[in-house]
């Protein structure tokens, strides 16, 4: 069984910075793409970015291109999501996935096959 914590999330003023972690125990953690994820009240979750095994290739929605980073250590089996410049519209509950099946990059939410349980970004403006 595959388990994912993330952290890092909390309250920033427009235009600042925040730095979301996804911890992974349970598996070999570096054969398979990771993700993130965001799910804003009353709304479908979306992707936010990809990455895959090696941490070679990355992939973003145009909403946080050139905005968030997205990396990997596979030594600490731990996936991070830097995000800077935040705007109001990037409030949302932030979920990091892994797949049980692809190395590759992923950005259909029904490709990943663990979730975990979210952390919250909320950003004033």
């Known amino acids: 069984q595959v388990h994912l914590v993330e952290s890092g999330g909390g309250l920033v003023e427009a235009g600042g910075s925040l730095r979301l972690s996804c911890a992974a125990s349970g598996r070999t953690f570096s054969s398979y793409a990771m993700g993130w994820f965001h799910q804003a009240p009353g709304k479908e979750r979306e992707f936010v970015a990809t990455?895959?095994?090696?941490?070679?290739?990355?992939y973003y929605a145009d909403s946080v291109k050139d905005r968030f980073t997205i990396s990997r250590d596979n030594a600490e089996n731990t996936m991070y999501l830097q995000m800077n410049s935040l705007k109001p519209e990037d409030t949302a509950l932030y979920y990091c996935?892994?797949?049980?099946?692809?190395?590759?990059?992923?950005?259909?939410?029904?490709?990943?096959?663990?979730w975990g349980q979210g952390t919250q970004v909320t950003v004033s403006s």
């Open positions: 990455i895959n095994s090696s941490g070679s290739s990355t």
């Open positions: 996935a892994t797949s049980s099946r692809y190395s590759g990059t992923v950005y259909s939410t029904h490709l990943y096959d663990y």
